[in-house]
């Protein structure tokens, strides 16, 4: 079965600066990983996902997000954090072997943006 | 477009009653989830179906039940509320194959007191 580990509960940034959320995921075989983004009250909104190919993968909002088979990660990175960019943002893995398997998806980092 | 719609946004409840919150989709997919929110622990996965007429537990199904009678939506019931059961609670959908993702409803916040 597959899993994902966010080390980071909450991350406070300053406006304008760069940001990189963690993601490690547990899986025998290449995943698809997806990146989703929470806002107060709100439901869960896909930023991008991975399922081959090219290695880096764009999003909605400026976001983009590496995959790196040799260290089990998906880090979400943005390079200039506006302060509607405040949220919570979830890594999501899904079985690539068994396509019924629902998303497994992490504990979730809040983000913080300060002026 | 609506997307994946729930009903109700909100409900308090008193411990023993029960209710049922409704998910529904409009984009003809095949999976259906039901997921719970609680601070600090992520979302976790309560049952899900892969198709109409089809249920399965997931990580935390004690207390709750479900149906897929109609393709198009999936009934989350509660028999007999408890405190524990105080949370968010959040519809998914999703087209066959591992390679797609999950469309989220705006999530239902449920207080059992």
């Known amino acids: 079965a597959q899993s994902v580990t966010q080390p980071d509960i909450h991350i406070t940034v300053s406006e304008g600066a760069s940001l990189e959320l963690r993601c490690n995921y547990s899986?025998?075989?290449?995943?698809?990983l997806f990146w989703y983004v929470q806002s107060p009250g709100q439901g869960l909104q896909l930023l991008l996902k991975y399922f081959s190919g090219d290695t880096l993968v764009q999003g909605i909002k400026g976001f983009e997000a590496e995959f790196k088979r040799s260290q089990s990660s998906f880090n979400l990175r943005k390079p200039s954090v506006h302060w509607s960019d405040a949220a919570e943002y979830f890594c999501a893995v899904g079985a690539r072997r068994s396509g019924n398997t629902p998303l497994v998806f992490g504990k979730g980092t809040r983000l913080s943006v300060i002026a | 477009n609506a997307g994946v719609t729930q009903t109700p946004k909100f409900r308090v409840l008193k411990t023993g009653q029960s209710m049922t919150l409704l998910c529904a989709q409009d984009m003809n997919h095949e999976y259906m989830y039901w997921y719970r929110q609680d601070p600090g622990m992520g979302l976790r996965l309560i049952h899900y179906?892969?198709?109409?007429?089809?249920?399965a537990k997931g990580e935390v199904p004690d207390g709750y039940n479900v149906s897929r009678l109609k393709k198009q939506n999936f009934l989350l019931g509660l028999e007999s509320a408890a405190p524990s059961q105080t949370s968010v609670y959040f519809c998914a959908s999703r087209p066959t194959g591992g390679n797609t993702e999950a469309f989220f409803g705006q999530g239902t916040r449920l207080t059992v007191v």
């Open positions: 899986y025998g075989a290449t995943p698809y």
């Open positions: 179906s892969v198709g109409e007429g089809t249920t």
